[in-house]
């Protein structure tokens, strides 16, 4: 089944329509399917907040409770750390924290079926020639489940370019040798050829796991396409179905959405991360991701981090990146090669990071962070400049700097981005 719910000028949809739609769809699955007795719901995790999911699962959940059905929420939380209860509240709503499941990467999975190398070679024009195993958590393949929701926003991502479908599944209920291999093929076909396009190598390698090992599952994808100017949600679009068709769509608008053109480069981008999502350079360095095709060579990013307080979201992906640091594409596969450094060579997921997460000296990179939460010597210690949070946004206020180009008192001239997960920027001249 497919039903596209969007809209292609600058509309919004409502909460009365988004809310309509999915009580539709429900009507829609079963009249195609049968009863509903146990659904299953996967969420983005708080570090998807703006994508209106939180409110779209509250909906499903009390519609579907209503119908008398037994619901599980399991947030794909992929390798960050489990929603808390006072996260779930606020993103969530009403939903009884207890019926929240908690993802482990590492050991809620089960292997459904191998990526094999001949196929990887060919989609990454030979860079790489390992297969991947196709693994998931285990209650994806519970037969118990009537319907499986996957929920959640296409807009612009760093690893396969345009998140969610089965992006949501594969990464973020996903195992290990997904993540981390995924995660590398990214970083070796290069960023910079990907981001905002469809039919990226990484996103075939989920299309490929789909089609093989998912297709007999109940699974409805429900995908919107957001912006969140200050911060409130506006969502533009909504597609329900249980095939590519939705992801295409929501592809299409969301480019239209999602990406901004500079006309030329950009000497000097500030950019500002909300603390309630913004706790690690893990996330943070979306900064990095989102912006480095419009920053100018030579020129600087500056991160107004006021919640960094670490660099991994998971304590041993920290560990890694503060030994190694975001020292360029070059040193991190020189690292990588190395047979004494396996521990890198076990955590592919972590070797791409550090890959994305460095403008390879093209341009500089400086987090503003606050003193009592993590140090110069560590911020400095991982590759990044430092800068006093306070010092900086005595000149840069958030409060007061408009989205996009501002000239402060000095007639220096700036581009401002207040949350950098939501798009992504390119310099015309390059595109």
Partial sequence: MEKFYYANTEAIMSPEEIRQALLESLNDWQAEHGELHHVLIIPPDFTR?????????????????????????????????????????????????????????????????????????????????????????????????DLILSIGQVVPHEVIC??????????????????NKSHMVGAVYGMERMMGK???????????????????????????????????????GMFIG????????????????NIDFVETGIKKCVVYLDPSEFRTTWL?????????MAIADGGQLLVLAPGIERFGED???????????YKGRLNTLEQFEKEENQDLRDNMGAAAHLIHGSSDE???????????????EEIEGVGFGWADYDEMTARYNPETLQYGYNTMEDGEEIYYIPNPALGLWINKEKF
């Fill in 362 to 376: 093209r341009f500089s990179i400086t987090y503003a962070v606050k003193k009592d939460k993590i140090t110069r």
């Fill in 315 to 325: 304590l041993q992906v920290d560990k890694l990146i503060r030994k190694y640091g």
């Fill in 198 to 236: 469809d039919h990226t190598p990484v996103r075939k390698i989920f299309d490929y796991g789909m089609t093989h090992f998912l297709a007999d599952r109940p699974i409805l994808f429900v995908l919107t396409v957001c912006t969140a100017p200050g911060g409130v949600i506006n969502q533009h």
């Fill in 49 to 145: 907040f703006h994508s209106n999911s939180g409110f779209i699962t509250n909906v499903y959940y009390h519609a579907l409770v209503e119908m008398g059905c037994e619901v599980d929420i399991l947030p794909a939380l992929g390798t960050h750390v489990p929603v808390t209860a006072e996260e779930a509240a606020h993103m969530f709503g009403d939903i009884p924290f207890e019926r929240f499941l908690e993802h482990n990467w590492r050991t809620d999975v089960v292997k459904i079926g191998e990526v094999p190398a001949e196929y990887l070679e060919e989609i990454t024009e030979g860079l790489w020639h390992d297969p991947v195993d196709v693994e998931i958590n285990k209650l994806v393949m519970e037969e118990k489940y």
């Fill in 242 to 257: 249980d095939t590519r068709c939705v992801l295409e769509k929501a592809i299409k608008l969301a480019q239209e959405k």
């Fill in 162 to 179: 345009m998140a969610n479908h089965a992006k949501n599944l594969f990464v973020g209920v996903g195992g290990a040798d997904m993540i």
């Fill in 284 to 292: 943070g360095n979306k900064s990095v991701y989102r912006t480095r």
